[in-house]
């Protein structure tokens, strides 16, 4: 299984900001992805970030508002870009495994004033 | 219709029982299920996968599916305290082998 770490753990933003979370896996991996999970919610996905391409973004979330970065097949980069308080949540990054699991990484806990 | 549909509890079941978790997904073609368990203000860990229909055994969970029924569970036998938490099921959808939907999770309690 992945090894996954993400920065920062958590963070307090004001509005209008934007804040850009990193995530590191432990190994090379073709798919990375990105979720957001509000209190007591589950998992909604973000996008899907591969190495070399394009995200591929889910209904209801757009590349203005959430550029990802894939530079390479350790490492990807999410964005949330003027922020306001609807944007406080859990953000999760994950990589794909073999099989089409994934391992999640400890998230980030964003709080936006 | 949600695509992945659990009961979201809480489920309260005593120490040393049996504990039954359901799960039901709407896509026929789906081909990849997995179990994971989200300790309250951690990230989900992924404890079962499972592939075919049958049964699948792993120390003290069971995965069961059954795609005609689309249908997937997750057994816990001689449940402790320390299995309290939200299990979340997912489910590939829409034939896309690598993304997975999310159900909403159902919460286990073990009481002493």
């Known amino acids: 299984s992945a090894v996954i770490s993400q920065k920062p753990s958590r963070d307090i933003c004001q509005r209008g900001t934007s804040l850009t979370i990193q995530c590191q896996v432990d190994?090379?991996?073709?798919?990375m992805f990105w979720y957001r999970q509000q209190p007591g919610q589950s998992l909604t996905l973000i996008a899907t970030?591969?190495?070399?391409?394009?995200?591929?973004?889910e209904s209801g979330f757009v590349i203005d508002k959430f550029p990802i970065s894939r530079p390479n097949l350790t490492f990807s980069t999410l964005t949330v870009s003027n922020m306001s308080p609807e944007d406080s949540s859990i953000y999760l990054c994950?990589?794909?495994?073999?099989?089409?699991?994934?391992?999640f990484g400890p998230g980030t806990r964003l709080t936006v004033t | 219709q949600k695509e992945v549909e659990q009961n979201s509890g809480p489920l309260s079941v005593p120490e040393g029982a049996i504990a039954s978790l359901n799960c039901t997904y709407s896509?026929?073609?789906?081909?990849?299920f997995f179990w994971y368990r989200q300790y309250s203000g951690k990230s989900p860990e992924l404890i079962m996968s499972?592939?075919?229909?049958g049964d699948k055994e792993d120390g003290r969970f069971t995965a069961q599916l059954n795609k005609a029924s689309q249908y997937v569970s997750l057994l816990i036998r001689d449940s402790q305290p320390s299995d309290s938490a939200t299990y979340l099921c997912?489910?590939?959808?829409?034939?896309?082998?690598?993304?997975?939907?999310f159900g909403t999770g159902t919460r286990l309690q073990v009481t002493l």
């Open positions: 994950s990589a794909g495994g073999e099989r089409y699991e994934q391992y």
């Open positions: 190994s090379q991996v073709t798919m």
């Open positions: 499972i592939y075919s229909n």
């Open positions: 896509d026929r073609v789906s081909q990849s």
């Open positions: 970030a591969n190495q070399g391409s394009e995200a591929t973004y």
């Open positions: 997912a489910v590939n959808i829409d034939g896309t082998a690598s993304k997975l939907t």
